[in-house]
């Protein structure tokens, strides 16, 4: 019972830190373009030399 002193506070605080780093990839803009890369994948350019 002690213990949920200590780990209440420490998943509250993982949550958090978890909700800042989504929130911080919605904002600088990792989501914006979901499609082009799979595009991408499938172009045939070849290798430049």
């Given at each position: 019972m002690n213990m949920l002193i200590y780990l209440i506070p420490v998943a509250l605080a993982l949550g958090g830190?978890?909700?800042?780093?989504?929130?911080?990839?919605?904002?600088s803009g990792q989501y914006d373009d979901l499609?082009?890369?799979?595009?991408?994948?499938?172009?045939?350019?070849?290798?430049?030399s």
């Open positions: 830190l978890g909700l800042a780093a989504f929130l911080w990839s919605l904002k499609d082009g890369a799979a595009w991408r994948v499938l172009e045939d350019d070849g290798p430049k």
